[in-house]
């Protein structure tokens, strides 16, 4: 019994050894199939456009990839969710074409969520593509929420307080109220870091509050563009 018992150990340690090896190849070819999507986000993010359809559809090749091979990471959720969105928003679609990505996109960040609860721009991420399927319903909200309990000094959350601020000015002004202490918190945080100061004067801008910005910021201290407050 003793040498079965050897060999049976010796076969057992061998598949854990096979699989441990297995599992480090997967983790590495996910590794940079992730950082070659990654790298299209980041140039998209600098010029704010995807290119074109080839690079786009490099980028999702590479962040499908990565997702296949380790579908238990929250990041890789979050990074196919980023480059189909990006499809959404620039490629040339139909609307059913369009909000089919979308829901696509939001499932990816769910499954990050459920991964990764506490990640709060995974939570306004999900908010702001219920916005855009024009969704402000009470899970909107609620996504808006966590985000906000999550994230208090977060770059990316401060930014999309700011614009969906702005967006309830023009549309619905009793819901601003509600949410106006908070929103006007953040965008004094997005113009004081340089990390998002220029996003925040272009979401400013295309809005046309510039008015409303001086009013409300103490710009002298916030170093603000004299672009916005002459």
């Known amino acids: ?36 999507a ?7 993010t600098q010029t704010r456009s995807v290119g074109s359809e ?8 590479s962040a499908e990839r990565a997702l296949t091979l380790q579908p238990d990471l929250a990041l890789y959720n979050d990074t196919l969710s980023e480059v189909i969105q990006w499809g ?14 979308l829901r696509r996109a939001l499932a990816l960040t769910m499954n990050s969520l459920a991964l990764r609860p506490s990640w709060a721009v995974s939570w306004m991420n999900a908010a702001y593509i ?34 969906f601020g702005f ?3 023009d549309s619905d002004i009793d819901v601003y109220l ?6 006007e918190r953040r965008l004094k945080l997005a113009l004081e870091s340089r990390l998002t100061r220029g996003r925040a004067y272009e979401i400013i801008e295309r809005y046309k509050k510039e008015n409303l910005v001086c009013s409300i ?3 002298k201290a916030l170093g603000v563009d004299r672009r916005l407050c002459g």
């Not at 990654?38 to 998209?44: D, F």
């Not at 966590?146 to 977060?154: D, H, M």
């Open 1 to 36: 019994m003793r040498p079965l018992r050897k060999h049976v150990l010796v076969f057992i340690v061998s598949l854990v050894v096979i699989f441990l090896a297995t599992q480090a190849v997967y983790s590495s070819l996910a590794s940079l199939h992730y950082h070659s």
């Open 38 to 44: 990654r790298a299209y986000l980041l140039e998209w």
């Open 54 to 61: 080839e690079d786009y559809n490099d980028a999702l090749n």
């Open 88 to 101: 959404a928003y620039s490629l040339s679609l139909t609307e059913t074409e369009r909000e089919a990505r």
């Open 130 to 163: 219920k916005w855009q399927l024009n969704e402000l319903d009470d899970e909107f909200y609620g996504f808006l929420e966590r985000s906000n309990q999550l994230g208090r000094n977060s770059h990316e959350v401060n930014l999309f307080y700011v614009e």
């Open 167 to 169: 967006f309830l000015i």
């Open 178 to 183: 509600a949410h106006r202490l908070e929103v």
């Open 217 to 219: 910021v103490n710009t």
